[in-house]
């Protein structure tokens, strides 16, 4: 079955500077990839995907990349803000009806 | 617009008890799936539901077991609780895409049932 890796754990920048976040994944037959913002007590709650024919997708100050050679996928936080202190979740999703999370990058902004 | 709703949001128990959790996925999503998120742990996969029928089973325990209504409510019961059952429990639902019955969809969590064994 999948299995997604997460790092880094814990993530401590400034305000205003970038956090980029890593996952890999072991299933080559992965096609979709969405990130999944939770904050403390709170659920979690999509905010960006990326599908297996997308090397890169951006909303807004988030960016995620893709590469399937190396099944690797990247999320990219620019202009950070303290309000984007949380527990970010990678997942993947091979078919079937699951998706597997990676264990998560607490991201704390410094004001 | 209606989200995913569970019940109850809280619930005490004494180990050896039985609980039993609730799932209202959103309208005209037709796959249900459940988690279970220890403190500072991701969720971890325990079963899902796809039109009524067991679609996946994750690392679900015996003593645990899950079940999709006609209404496609979800209900989660767990029997002879332990003290690890502490947790909280997310229900998601999605709509699964019918083309090659592939489920490449958003998962819409619910807030949450938080269980607290003693």
């Known amino acids: 079955g999948e299995n997604v890796e997460q790092h880094p754990s814990t993530l401590s920048v400034q305000e205003g500077d970038s956090a980029v976040i890593k996952c890999t994944y072991s299933?080559?037959?992965?096609?979709?990839f969405p990130w999944y913002k939770q904050e403390l007590g709170k659920r979690p709650q999509l905010i960006i995907d990326i599908r297996s024919n997308v090397g890169e997708k951006k909303d807004q100050r988030i960016a995620v990349t893709l590469n399937k050679t190396a099944k690797h996928f990247s999320l990219h936080i620019t202009e950070t803000q303290p309000e984007d202190s949380a527990v970010y979740f990678c997942?993947?999703?091979?078919?079937?009806?699951?998706?597997?999370f990676g264990a998560g990058t607490r991201l704390f902004v410094k004001a | 617009a209606a989200g995913v709703i569970q019940s109850p949001r809280h619930l005490i128990k004494e180990k050896r008890e039985t609980a039993t959790l609730k799932c209202y996925p959103i309208p005209r999503h037709d796959t249900v799936y459940w988690y279970q998120q220890g403190p500072g742990q991701d969720p971890q996969f325990l079963i899902s539901f796809y039109e009524k029928m067991q679609s996946d089973k994750g690392s679900i325990p015996d003593r645990f077991s899950a079940q999709q209504f006609s209404d496609y409510h979800s209900e989660l019961n767990m029997s002879s609780l332990e003290l690890g059952d502490s947790a909280l429990y997310f229900c998601a639902s999605s709509l699964t895409e019918l083309a090659g019955a592939s489920n490449t969809g958003e998962l819409f969590f619910g807030e949450g049932s938080r269980l607290t064994v003693l």
């Open positions: 299933d080559s037959a992965s096609n979709y």
């Open positions: 997942a993947g999703y091979t078919g079937g009806f699951k998706t597997i």
